[in-house]
């Protein structure tokens, strides 16, 4: 449900099979688009580098296009390294491969290789190549491997014991959380997290795959109730190394001023450490300076509150000026703000009705800020950059579709990768203007003469005025004097956005979907993301509601098409929108054929607190909306045919969510159909996809089209 966990199922095109025709997508097989493998720019310079057909690694100045071979294949081979492919720049003059666990450093065609051969590279959960520092997690914990001590492993932090986890992602990878350790710029300090889950209830996972079934407790903090507690320490990397023992201290932070801590920073001369620090309910914010040295807090540089709830998603970016740039919604759009180093807002950077999607960065010379952001179509993605001093902001890849650019180090230039539902995969060279340069890659479509179906993005409008966006694929050679079955894929929930105008933005199955003879409809109803704070927020405290109303307000569309068979509307949804399938058949029970889902949340009561608590209070504190959300007393009202799954180890949401779900259907005498895959987490991932997905096509064909 968080951006680590929420997968969208229908991404995944790999591992799959089904008994096809010769004209209908194989999704056994795996659909390769062009792509030139390797791009990246060379540090410090402005030339990038590719891998050609040969597999040498090759630099390219773009000022004049001229091409040179950095490093042959012949000589990565001489220096057992097997596969460039993934490679990465350390300077200007050094790569660095990851499946070799070395670099290779190239000055006027002399190599210098360095193995960093005590170093567990399968284990390697952090590391600073430039300054050769690694953080390694093995069965015996979290260690610290320097060049300072001849890469002796030192363990990052001994304060252990049952219960404590350190070294590790913490508040189940919210607000932005995917690490559990952070290295300073100059790879002098550590920044870690310690988490004691003493105080939380343990939850019990069922694993059937023994002689006889174990039990694996895991640390579950449900809505309403106890949750962790989690420190930061600050690791002296040349102090240990130099001892040989782990030289560290903790932040001296204060649960009052939240006790949620996020977006752990260092600042540029590693003498200040930041950490933006959120409370339980979720609507007050703080960064907080702390200092490196002693671990005392230095001051609040600022606070933030909300009436529903604030989200401190990003690091704060500094400047050679000493100020600092900030992430904030507090306008009612996610965009960018500047402060001086003591917290004093200077200026709003960007400023308009849009969200800002991705920061790339300050030119050298700190004059403009490059950004990707929706403007005006929030299904498109423009690279975009703003002047700091005069603001105003300028589109530098106008296409509509979406824009991905990778920028050199100065900002002079970035390559562009762009997609729409038409075109797959086209990589531009662009100067900092937005002036193309040179055109380095015009993708073909991976399915040859292959027929598709039409894909259509466009906008409806709800009840309320806002417009609602949808993708719609009909079938290949569509007679438009027919009726054909709908496939509605929903999710609908916070952080998602399913509509975007790029290639295959829907996934192969549901393009498989439109070739087996169903139209496929997808709609981001309000609560989905990059369409300003309101139109996410809304639906705080009353989840199910709003998003619902909007996901009808689709359905009523696709019943004025002529050829949308009315009757015959199925509907699928994984996660939240299991909880949005769920909710859309007991609200609307005539409405639907036939209904799947996997995953459901069904009573947010049993929901973790840091994901469900920002969206419903506690269930002490909004009794009504959980009462309201609540599926469990609703599943009477089914009338269409529904498939229920759930994987047997989840541990986002856990299978007391469909277990109890069947339990009321059977007091309710509701006939469902249900299935647990073992082995699995929140999502079915592998080559049990195969079974996953011919379970859903062989459903959908018996119940909603009525084969």
Request: proline content about 4%; some cysteine; glycine content about 8%.
């Amino acid at each position: 449900m968080n951006k680590k966990t929420s997968i969208i199922i229908c991404l995944i095109i790999s591992f799959f099979c089904f008994d096809l025709s010769a004209q209908t997508i194989d999704l056994k097989k795996r659909y390769v688009i062009d792509n030139i493998y390797g791009l990246s720019w060379r540090p410090g310079t402005e030339q990038y580098s590719y891998i050609d057909d040969d597999r040498n690694i090759v630099v390219v100045n773009p000022k004049n296009g001229s091409e040179k071979v950095f490093l042959t294949n012949a000589s990565s081979t001489a220096h057992e390294i097997s596969s460039v492919y993934g490679y990465r720049w350390v300077d200007a003059n050094t790569l660095y491969f990851p499946a070799a666990n070395k670099t290779l450093n190239v000055v006027d065609g002399k190599i210098t290789a360095n193995k960093f051969d005590k170093v567990e590279s399968d284990n390697v959960i952090d590391q600073d190549i430039k300054n050769r520092v690694f953080i390694v997690k093995n069965d015996k914990g979290v260690f610290v491997q320097c060049a300072a001590n001849g890469f002796e492993p030192i363990l990052l932090c001994p304060d252990t014991g049952k219960n404590i986890v350190f070294g590790e992602s913490v508040h189940r990878s919210e607000w932005g959380i995917n690490e559990g350790q952070y290295i300073s710029p100059s790879g002098n300090f550590i920044a870690f997290y310690r988490m004691d889950e003493s105080m939380v209830e343990d939850y019990p996972l069922i694993n059937s795959g023994t002689p006889i079934a174990t039990v694996e407790n895991i640390k579950y903090p449900m809505a309403g109730r106890t949750s962790h507690v989690v420190s930061v320490g600050v690791f002296d990397v040349a102090k240990s190394a130099q001892s040989g023992n782990p030289s560290y201290i903790y932040l001296q932070t204060d649960k009052n001023d939240g006790e949620f801590l996020t977006n752990v920073t260092f600042s540029p001369d590693e003498k200040n450490i930041y950490i933006t620090h959120l409370n339980r309910e979720q609507n007050h914010s703080k960064l907080i300076r702390y200092d490196v040295a002693t671990g005392k807090k230095l001051g609040v540089l600022i606070e933030e509150r909300d009436s529903r709830y604030v989200e401190p998603l990003r690091r704060m970016i500094f400047m050679k000026s000493g100020n600092f740039l900030w992430f904030s919604d507090r306008d009612g759009w996610k965009q960018i703000f500047m402060y001086s180093p003591k917290g004093k807002l200077l200026k709003k950077v960007v400023d308009g009705k849009f969200d800002v999607s991705e920061y790339y960065g300050i030119d050298k010379d700190e004059k403009y800020i490059y950004f990707t952001a929706s403007l005006e179509k929030p299904v498109n993605q423009y690279v975009c950059r703003v002047s700091i001093d005069k603001g105003g902001v300028e589109c530098l890849a106008h296409d509509d579709g979406v824009h991905r650019p990778l920028f050199s180090d100065s900002k002079n230039y970035f390559i562009d990768y762009f997609s729409n539902p038409h075109t797959p995969r086209n990589i531009t060279l662009v100067n900092n203007r937005g002036k193309v340069l040179k055109t380095l890659l015009e993708a073909k479509s991976p399915f040859g003469s292959m027929k598709l179906g039409d894909t259509k993005i466009f906008a409806i409008t709800n009840k309320s005025g806002d417009s609602l966006w949808c993708r719609m694929i009909t079938p290949p050679d569509m007679d438009v004097t027919k009726k054909y079955p709908v496939f509605l894929y929903v999710y609908g929930g916070p952080h998602s956005q399913l509509v975007t105008n790029q290639y295959l933005s829907g996934g192969l199955f549901l393009e498989y979907m439109a070739q087996q003879g169903y139209i496929v409809f997808t709609l981001d109803n309000r609560g989905t993301q990059n369409r300003g704070a309101d139109f996410e927020k809304c639906i705080h405290r009353n989840l199910g509601v709003r998003e619902v109303e909007d996901q009808m307000c689709g359905v009523e569309f696709l019943k004025s098409l002529p050829y949308v068979d009315a009757g015959r509307i199925g509907l699928d949804g994984w996660s939240y929108g299991g909880f949005m399938v769920l909710s859309l058949i007991t609200a609307h029970p005539e409405t639907f054929r036939a209904a799947s889902c996997g995953g459901p949340v069904v009573n947010w009561e049993w929901y973790e607190v840091m994901y469900g608590e920002r969206y419903m209070d506690t269930p002490q504190e909004n009794p009504a909306g959980y009462d309201n959300a609540n599926i469990i007393p609703k599943i009477k009202n089914v009338k269409c045919p529904l498939l229920v799954m759930h994987g047997a180890q989840d541990h986002t949401v856990v299978q007391q969510h469909t277990l109890e779900l069947l339990r009321q259907a059977v007091s309710d005498d509701v006939e469902l159909e249900y299935f647990v895959y073992t082995t699995h987490d929140h999502n079915v991932i592998g080559p049990e996809r195969r079974h996953l997905y011919n379970k859903l096509l062989r459903f959908h064909n018996q119940n909603t089209k009525g084969e």
